[in-house]
């Protein structure tokens, strides 16, 4: 990676007005409404129901363009995957609307050669009608292929572990479509490559295209609105958690929670093949009035 390019690199703010249609959209791709009976989750597909957005697609909001690959970065983006994400609401995400988005580099911390490189963003959602904050999200990408780059500000604060003392509070299981991956880079805007083309995912060391991380933490949030929030979207102040091991789609994604009063712990895992996926996973709930 070319650091002083990167570090200098100039994020534009980027501007984007979805609609109730996106909105359906995006939950459809974590697969609501698999079950066209469960009015729990009818709302969020169906916008004869008083439709909600389901929190998580706040992450999807002003993504930015693809500029990893430019050649002038210098980054391996071929190798590049998600190592964290997190957002917090501070109000509730509307179905439809627009919104500006800033986007500042927060840190780039080199692991060594050939143990990769962390590059974390700090990311804010305005509304665009009253220029109010919407969300404040953090994402951390592992860059595998550029450790001995070199370093810049602050190392990020990370997750704290989850160790949970006995059995999950709920755990559920998601059966993935093999098209998942395809269906949720349309719906996120998040047009990465190794989730869709065969050849790039095998060069990158996988057998076949992979799933998005923020799918998982997608299905994760919809898992604890469904079992603590069912109907209250605007219950979830934040969501956080650990990529640490790539998917396919068509797996199952098993979801376990811990609850602690109005903080949710979780993790997930790829059922077929008991890896964990998600880990450190924290959600912060309004108290039920």
Not at 15 to 29: F, G, N, P
Not at 208 to 223: E, K, V, W
Not at 265 to 272: G, I
Request: contains cysteine; hydrophobic residues 40%; charged residues 25%.
């Amino acid at each position: 990676m070319n650091l002083e390019h990167v570090v200098n690199r100039r994020f534009e703010d980027i501007e984007q007005s979805y609609d109730a249609r996106d909105a359906a959209l995006y939950a459809l791709a974590l697969g609501m409404g698999q079950d066209p009976t469960d009015e729990d989750e009818l709302l969020y597909v169906f916008e004869g129901r008083e439709q909600r957005a389901v929190p998580s697609m706040s992450v999807t909001l002003g993504w930015p363009p693809f500029w990893h690959a430019d050649p002038a970065t210098g980054i391996d983006w071929p190798r590049i995957l998600h190592g964290e994400h997190g957002f917090a609401l501070h109000r509730p995400l509307a179905p439809q609307g627009s919104i500006r988005a800033e986007r500042v580099l927060h840190s780039i911390e080199d692991k060594g050669r050939d143990r990769g490189a962390l590059i974390t963003f700090d990311s804010t959602l305005f509304s665009a009608d009253d220029g109010e904050r919407i969300a404040s999200l953090r994402s951390v990408e592992f860059l595998r292929g550029d450790g001995g780059c070199g370093e810049y500000g602050s190392a990020a604060p990370t997750l704290p572990p989850l160790s949970p003392a006995g059995a999950p509070t709920a755990t559920i299981d998601y059966s993935t479509s093999p098209s998942a991956a395809l269906l949720y880079r349309l719906a996120s805007r998040d047009m990465m490559p190794i989730h869709a083309d065969l050849e790039l995912a095998r060069k990158a060391g996988f057998e076949r295209p992979i799933s998005h991380g923020l799918n998982n933490l997608g299905l994760a949030c919809r898992a604890i609105l469904k079992h603590f929030a069912p109907r209250r979207p605007e219950r979830m102040r934040s969501l956080a958690a650990r990529f640490t091991a790539p998917t396919f789609p068509g797996e199952t994604i098993r979801v376990e929670m811990f609850a602690e009063a109005d903080t949710i712990r979780f993790r997930a895992w790829a059922r077929e093949r008991n890896v964990l996926a998600l880990d450190r996973g924290i959600c912060r709930l309004a108290a039920d009035d």
